[in-house]
């Protein structure tokens, strides 16, 4: 079912899993701060040490090995490699540390796939304003060359910002994430705007200086459920399906793939909002300039991190100045869908398929990679983890049928996650791995769970079999 050179991948990001947070001279990011804030994370805990993968990385790549994979998705620590954020302070220890990562998965046949920013920003950049900041894209810009000139040679799949739909809402609407803002229906905009700035100075950047000669592929990776009307025949609720659409997965996607601009339900939702709100301005959502590098076309492959999916009805316009207020949408989840460890993670593998496809539709037919997909267990921990490993099973089906039925042209799979780690505001209560991390152990040891063996076999089934 899946075109040969399809890439097998797992995926980690640097907090969640290295641990190390001062060792070597790494800097602080907004995480370290943000745990140690009481009340912040689940029993106040911390990825301080977590899977330690900053001195244990060997055995990270034995659990790649192990599983077969083709391609391992991480992420760099950027307070890990400029410890305040800046190139004028360059740490070579964290620099030798993802010089060694990358050149034993290169040693192994393994590419690298690797995202530049996945949550953790260094303190020091946090101090100046962080993502508030207009002059965080030019900083960002900065950082990324430095990485293309120091791991472009060896790395040909990078992602810019993960999520940048949650890194703006949960840590600046919600505050349920780093560095835990509660500004609602005003900062989540600016965030995901100068997001968007610094993701497209990475582009050109790449595109003008590294291109041709180190020929990779770079894109930003955008999370969305798939979503679909409550009442399939009810106006209201179709209209609100493509309105929670459009403020989601078309907050990023639009400007990128399709006008270098947001999606106009959004902005006549926001603009008409503001006006009646009588906001001190124009609106909040931010406009594009003219002097602001172009977002269209910055991405040379559609990177889609996919849970879950929920069904949509209309609000009645009780959100106030909010996101939710905005949008004036509620989400509900089909009560035939059962559940993950995790109440947010319904388990709709046919879900995945639905997006693969309106993705198709609406982005102009775009390489995709499926950079995280994953099902969480809390509680008793169950080795023979049987409901994730039919997970994947399912949710690859899906995959497979996207490709084969409905043309998608998906290049990739990741699964969330190589390893248990720290699952940000749950911490170790929630596990996401396809290896058990025993936390409690000093050796921290690794143990694949049965979905991680059942992974490697469709892994090696489906690598022999690709064809052309
Ligand atoms: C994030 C991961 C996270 C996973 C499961 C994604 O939003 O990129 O860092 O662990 O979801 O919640």
Redesign the pocket.
Known sequence: MFPRGFAWGAAT?AY?IEGGWQADGKGASIWDTFCQEPGRVFRDQSASVSCNSYELWEEDLQCIQQLGLTHYRLSLSWPRLLPDGTTQNVNQKGVQYYNKVIDDLCACGISPMVTLY??DLPQALQDQGGWKSPAIAATFGSYARFCFQTFGDRVKLWITI??PY?CSKLGHEDGIHAPGLQEPGTTAYLVGHNMLQAHAMAWHSYNTLYRAEQGGMISLAI?SDWLEPLRPGCTEDIAATERCLAFTLGWFAWPVFVTGDYPEIMRRAIDAQSKKQAYDGDSRLPTFSKEEPAVLGTADFFAL?Y?TSRKIRAGCGTGGISMKGDQDVEEVLDPSWPISGVSWLAVVPCGLRNLLRYIKNTFNSPVVYIT?N?F?QVGKLQMEDVQRSEFYRDTIQEVGKAIQEDRVDVRGYFA??LLDNF??ADSYSVR?GLFHVDFADTKLSRTIYRSGKDYAKIISKNKCMGKT
């Open positions: 990001a969640q996945h949550f993960n999520e949650i999370n991190n849970y995280e994953g969480a969330w996650s699952e940000w996401f």
